[in-house]
């Protein structure tokens, strides 16, 4: 039997903080997590090796699996070595795609997984979902959420700062995210889930209205605390809604027709902007345009290198990325032309902001 239920809903251990990771093998000794030290540490190439290396001499019992890519066969892979030997927990070391693929492994063998974040490119940091690609296509599948996180600033500042300010983006998105959860209520009657609502927003508003950037370690410490606070608004109501609206069927839509284009929480904060210019927030709109532009992310296509047509493309497509779900591109459900018009007009006002 797993050595935990897997029934709570909240991380045992948090720890942002420079030099976090020194303390990763006291945190593993913890009863709760592993009794004798028996875990198998996963790393992807890059930093997450190199912290491994630090940890080898107080990690004696535990074994070393390298994962390259995030696709759904190199979960399927390590979930297979995980059978070999009977571990306590799963530890995953490095950025998002080493996480989600150890995320999806340790899931599937009902052991207890403990996030090492060295990126903070999204919020999959200590959320209930791993992002993997099968047949080109990334898909989402549901995950248990870590028993601990651990974000060492440290290895974050080290890291592609790019991939850290992606992370920003996904943030904000869920300012655009909310919105949408709470048309479906008024439209078709969904339940929101105040809590979950109130976590997700908690970190968007923090994001927006800090100062600082990614030089500063109190707004670093901010970011990776909004995207774990964001993983557990999903854990929470079991659901992706407090992060995940047109803004995200849009960042799915362009990665399914143009993959590469841009990382994810790139894509995540152009479209949520383009969808709150289509809602009429003009507040909104001019925090979140001004967030992105501060922290250097992109607020129109050809940011991404998209052309008008392609992203207009996108943007028809983008419903289709997730049937179940009701947010403002099915409430308006634009033909090709009024979503041209529409862009047009956003990119205008876009350009009017003074950031």
Not at 115 to 136: K, Y
Not at 187 to 201: F, I, K, N
Not at 329 to 347: C, F, G, I, Q
Request: aromatic share 4%; net charge negative.
């Amino acid at each position: 039997m797993p050595l935990l239920a897997r029934t709570i809903l909240t991380p045992l251990h948090i720890d942002v903080r420079r030099g976090a990771v020194a303390d990763l093998a006291a945190i593993l000794a913890d009863g709760r997590i592993s009794a004798g030290g028996d875990v198998a540490v996963v790393v992807g190439p890059g930093q997450g090796e190199q912290i491994a290396e630090l940890l080898r001499p107080s990690l004696r019992s535990a074994d070393l699996f390298t994962v390259a890519g995030g696709s759904l066969d190199a979960a399927d892979d390590l979930g297979a070595k995980l059978r070999n030997r009977s571990y306590d927990a799963v530890v995953g070391i490095g950025g998002g795609k080493t996480i989600d693929v150890a995320k999806y492994a340790a899931t599937r063998r009902g052991l207890p997984m403990v996030t090492v974040a060295t990126a903070l490119a999204n919020d999959g940091i200590a959320s209930p979902v791993a992002s993997l690609v099968t047949e080109g296509i990334k898909g989402s599948y549901g995950v248990h959420i870590p028993i601990a996180v651990i974000v060492d600033l440290d290895f974050v500042e080290a890291g592609p700062e790019r991939h850290n300010r992606a992370g920003i983006g996904d943030v904000v998105s869920n300012i655009s995210a909310l919105a949408d959860w709470e048309l479906a209520r008024q439209v078709r009657g969904e339940p929101v889930d105040g809590l979950a609502a109130s976590l997700a927003r908690m970190g968007a508003e923090a994001v927006l209205a800090h100062r600082g950037d990614m030089t500063d370690d109190g707004f670093v410490t901010v970011l990776a605390e909004a995207l774990i606070s964001t993983g557990l608004a999903m854990a929470v109501c079991g659901t992706s809604r407090p992060a995940s609206g047109g803004c995200h069927e849009i960042m799915h839509a362009v990665d399914s027709l143009y993959p590469g284009t841009a990382s994810h929480g790139e894509l995540a904060g152009l479209g949520a902007l383009f969808c709150t210019f289509l809602r009429g927030d003009e507040r909104r709109l001019t925090e979140m345009s001004a967030c992105l532009a501060r922290h250097g992310l992109p607020r129109l296509p050809a940011d991404v290198g998209l052309t008008d047509e392609q992203f207009v493309e996108a943007v028809q497509f983008a419903p289709a990325t997730r049937p179940d779900r009701y947010t403002i591109l099915e409430h308006l459900a634009m033909s090709p032309t009024e979503t041209r018009e529409r862009l047009a007009d956003y990119a205008g006002a876009i350009r009017d902001h003074v950031d």
